[in-house]
């Protein structure tokens, strides 16, 4: 067996965390899931560390298909502990994990692909799931949340591909606001100042994002925790938006950075009422 430089001959990593460590015990330690799955994972881990799990996968991978019969056919999923929570409340009984995980696990079909069917169901499910959900919101494949209950998304709204919502804190996204493709939004943080900790397992800060109406969020952009994007605003693509944007401007970059305001010539957005639940609207 191959040895990295400074691995041990038994196979043990040097300076690899302890159990002591504050806040660790419990995640090295987690028990193993229990029934199939738990007699999964053991046979997989034998029959790969004696070698003799090859020509084997298609058993393997069809006990696999009898796992996901069984979690669809029960509503039960196995969560192993949280590793970054830090000193964060312990876990709650979850009513919608079930639809979130189906969610996620269409998204591995073919249908998937078959827009006029997956567009409707995503949009079903995302009524239940989410804080609110408007009318007309489109949904493409590939759309991850962390939750749902903390999202509320305006009419209209289209959420493209492989977009990822943090919303372990509140987003709200604005009426006929375009999420691109591959778009990040992230409401929590990570703590620097614990040195009594790992960073990734000392808990996490919580800041909520707030995105405009008519606004168009570019492919690949971050909008880091505690933005806040005002009404029709454009952010370029792979920009990293870390402060606050005001209404009828462009940003882009890394951070994202002012480039222009666009308004109307006649200082009047006439749309704007119509989308921007404020009551007096002028665009100067």
Not at 62 to 74: K, M
Not at 217 to 231: D, S
């Amino acid at each position: 067996m191959l040895r990295g430089q400074g691995d041990r001959a038994d196979g043990v990593p040097p300076n690899r965390p302890t159990t002591e460590l504050p806040g660790l015990g419990d995640v090295l330690s987690a028990p193993p899931p229990e029934g199939l799955a738990g007699d999964l994972l053991a046979r997989l881990s034998e029959e790969v560390t004696s070698d003799t799990f090859v020509g084997r996968a298609t058993r393997f991978l069809n006990e696999v298909d009898r796992l996901v019969g069984d979690t669809q056919a029960t509503g039960e999923f196995y969560l192993p502990p949280d590793p970054f929570k830090g000193d964060g409340p312990e876990g709650v009984d979850d009513p919608l994990l079930y639809y979130r995980m189906f969610w996620r696990m269409f998204d591995q079909t073919p249908a998937a692909m078959l827009q006029g069917f997956a567009i409707p169901l995503r949009m079903i499910l995302a009524k239940k799931l989410f804080r609110h959900c408007g009318e007309g919101v489109i949904f493409h494949h590939n759309v991850l949340f962390s939750d749902g209950r903390n999202i509320s998304l305006g009419d209209g709204v289209l959420v493209n591909r492989y977009a990822m919502l943090d919303d372990r804190g509140p987003i709200d996204v604005g009426a006929y606001t375009m999420l691109s493709a591959g778009v990040t939004v992230e409401t929590h943080t990570h703590p620097f100042d614990n040195f009594e900790r790992p960073i990734a397992h000392a808990g996490r800060g919580l800041d909520p994002v707030s995105i405009g109406a008519n606004s168009v969020i570019g492919y690949n952009v971050v909008v880091m925790a505690g933005v806040t994007l005002g009404y029709r605003t454009i952010v370029g693509a792979n920009s990293v938006v870390t402060k606050d944007v005001p209404d009828y401007t462009v940003v882009g970059g890394v951070p994202a950075r002012f480039i222009k305001e666009i308004r109307p010539g006649d200082g009047r957005d006439r749309l704007r009422p119509n989308l921007d639940p404020e009551p007096d609207h002028p665009a100067s």
